[in-house]
């Protein structure tokens, strides 16, 4: 929807830029068309931006019960507006052994900081959370909004709240969401699988959902 959009909006603001101000002109002026074209862009991308800001200005995040099903959902497609933006080529195997219902954990390799925008792209489902580090939370922007998203953030440092995100992600599983995680608790420079971490996996545990596992190759490649 965010890419289609990309290119409709800029267009028709070419469009009618070259109506109201190079139609009267000669048609000598066509070649300002691209910069027009480019410019546009630049403005949709800083309006699209300031909407994300001023919902996320909006959006409560005290006691966050369950993720919010319309962030959850823009998240999948700001993930699939980044990816087209960074021009990464998705080769994808395995897609049908994705389950159809969203109650199950899901868990693979880290490679790289765009590693769960791939995977919320690539699963295409609103109800997810997910665990994340602490430290994005410092961004206020991405904090008010991954929270209300159902983005549970690991405090390593504090075993108490490590606990309560393991069981808030245990109770939402329960209620029907899927969870994410990255067991290796880090991204793999190098792309060599790191151990994991067997804390993680309690939560499959406790929650009794299947575990869906998979793997990313070539990830680490991209720049941070």
């Known amino acids: 929807m965010i890419i289609a959009l990309s290119f409709i909006i800029p267009l028709v603001l070419v469009g009618v830029s070259y109506m ?10 066509l070649w300002q068309l691209p910069l027009a074209f480019l ?12 909407v994300l800001i001023v919902i996320a200005i909006c959006i409560p995040i005290d006691n966050v019960k369950k993720p919010k099903y319309f962030l959850s959902y823009l998240m999948i497609q700001i993930s699939d507006y ?11 195997e395995g897609k049908e052994n994705i ?3 969203a109650h199950y954990m899901v868990i693979g390799n880290h490679q790289s900081n765009m590693d769960p925008i791939l995977l919320v792209s690539i699963l295409r489902n609103p109800n997810i959370a997910m665990i994340m580090k602490d ?3 410092k961004f206020p922007f991405l904090r008010r909004w991954l929270l209300s998203a ?3 953030p690991l405090d390593r440092n504090n075993d108490r709240k490590a606990i309560e995100a393991v069981i808030k992600g245990i109770r939402w599983i329960e209620d029907g969401y899927t969870f994410g995680a990255f067991p290796e608790g880090t991204r793999s420079k190098k792309g060599v699988l790191l151990p994991f971490r067997s804390g993680i996996f309690k939560v499959a545990q406790k929650a ?3 575990i869906l596992v998979f793997t990313m190759d ?3 490649k991209l720049k941070k």
């Open 150 to 152: 159902g983005y549970l």
């Open 218 to 220: 070539g990830v680490y």
């Open 135 to 137: 430290n994005i939370l």
């Open 20 to 29: 109201l101000w190079f139609m009267p002109a000669s048609l000598a002026l």
């Open 99 to 101: 389950p159809q219902d």
């Open 82 to 92: 980044l990816i087209f933006l960074f021009g990464i080529k998705l080769v994808i």
């Open 39 to 50: 410019l546009s862009y630049l403005v949709w991308v800083l309006l699209l931006v300031l």
């Open 208 to 210: 009794r959902c299947p």
